[in-house]
């Protein structure tokens, strides 16, 4: 169980381009979802929160005009990366939670790559 | 969330148990202790969380000390498979309308399975 499925799982395009990443929890509710970035040789960074229905909370350094999060349904959130540009290139990883206090699953990431 | 310390990497024989410390000197009392890990290029996985008891899963068990300081993951036939950089995450109970909870990565530890 607690099964979280990202796609795509790898994405090239050339800078400027808009690029859509999909998180699914696939066997329960997730009432928050997160999204994390990880660049070469680094841990993950939490770049932002976001409950069913409600905007997302981003921390600090992250521009949410660029990085658009939207978790309409209680089993889908999607992370828009707008104008993307080379220093945006990173894995991006989304997890998922059901209930509070339980554990976050975490999907196998997007290797996004800007050229 | 509470600093957590784990030495940066560690050997183990396939099929011996493989024991990785992590010490939480400073955590409080409503603070549960978290392992993940993250085999190279996919999202991290899920593995084991307590607060002050023992736990045992199909996965591994965890050992928290009695003054809750330190804690040690035993994966106890470790296979090649085991491979992986592993995060010790010290995480608070989260109470409705509390705060964001994602998780705060340290560098790990880098467990490497010898055949």
């Known amino acids: 169980g607690a099964v979280v499925s990202q796609h795509p799982s790898w994405v090239i395009c050339k800078s400027g381009t808009s690029v859509k990443i999909e998180c699914r929890s696939l066997?329960?509710?997730?009432?928050?979802m997160f999204w994390y970035r990880q660049f070469p040789k680094q841990s993950l960074m939490l770049m932002a929160t976001s409950n069913e229905g409600s905007k997302a909370t981003y921390e600090q350094g992250v521009e949410k005009d660029k990085f658009l999060i939207n978790h309409a349904s209680l089993t889908l959130s999607t992370l828009t990366v707008t104008s993307a540009h080379p220093e945006d290139s990173s894995f991006y990883i989304c997890?998922?939670?059901?209930?509070?206090?339980?554990?976050?699953?975490f999907g196998d990431g997007t290797r996004l790559s800007i050229l | 969330d509470a600093k957590t310390t784990q030495p940066p990497s560690m050997d183990c024989a396939e099929g011996r148990a493989a024991n990785l410390p992590c010490n939480h000197s400073?955590?409080?009392?409503?603070?549960?202790v978290y392992w993940y890990r993250q085999i190279h290029s996919q999202g991290p996985q899920y593995i084991i969380h307590?607060?002050?008891n023992n736990e045992t899963n199909e996965m591994a068990s965890l050992i928290i000390t009695e003054d809750r300081k330190s804690s040690t993951l035993i994966l106890p036939h470790a296979t090649l498979r085991d491979t992986a950089v592993y995060y010790c995450?010290?995480?608070?109970?989260?109470?409705?309308?509390?705060?964001?909870?994602?998780?705060?990565f340290g560098k790990g530890t880098h467990l490497i399975i010898q055949p």
């Open positions: 066997d329960f509710q997730a009432t928050t």
């Open positions: 400073t955590i409080s009392g409503n603070e549960y």
């Open positions: 997890s998922a939670r059901g209930r509070l206090n339980q554990p976050q699953h």
């Open positions: 307590g607060l002050k």
């Open positions: 995450i010290v995480r608070p109970r989260m109470y409705s309308g509390g705060g964001a909870d994602g998780l705060t």
